[in-house]
Nanobody, 115 residues
């Protein structure tokens, strides 16, 4: 079992920045993939960015050039630096982890962007 805890959400003005963190604990050897997903009201959960233990990354087209995902393998923590935030980025952001995909989810952290 792996437990995920997110932090760093909040309210920011359009154009501002936030940094999300997600710390994993438990059977860490069972995960090689960590990612950030988001879900806005009335919409499906979508991938924002993901990173593997080896450092390979994948981004949604809508956030490329604005968001950066990084990972501290020693601390089992993944970060999402979000710059130039837009109102359409507002959502609950979830951290997910697993082996090749998501098996474990965090509780989510709210990101609100005011225009």
């Amino acid at each position: 079992q792996v437990h995920m805890v997110e932090s760093g959400g909040g309210l920011v003005q359009a154009g501002g920045s936030l940094r999300l963190s997600c710390a994993a604990s438990g059977i860490i050897s069972s995960i090689n993939y960590m990612g950030w997903y988001r879900q806005a009201p009335g919409k499906q959960r979508e991938l924002v960015a993901a990173i593997t233990t080896g450092g390979s990354t994948n981004y949604a087209g809508s956030v490329k050039g604005r968001f950066t995902i990084s990972r501290d393998n020693a601390e089992n923590t993944v970060f999402l630096q979000m710059n130039n935030l837009k109102p359409e980025d507002a959502a609950v952001y979830y951290c997910g982890a697993g082996w090749g995909g998501v098996r474990y989810w965090g509780q989510g952290t709210q990101v609100t962007v005011s225009s």
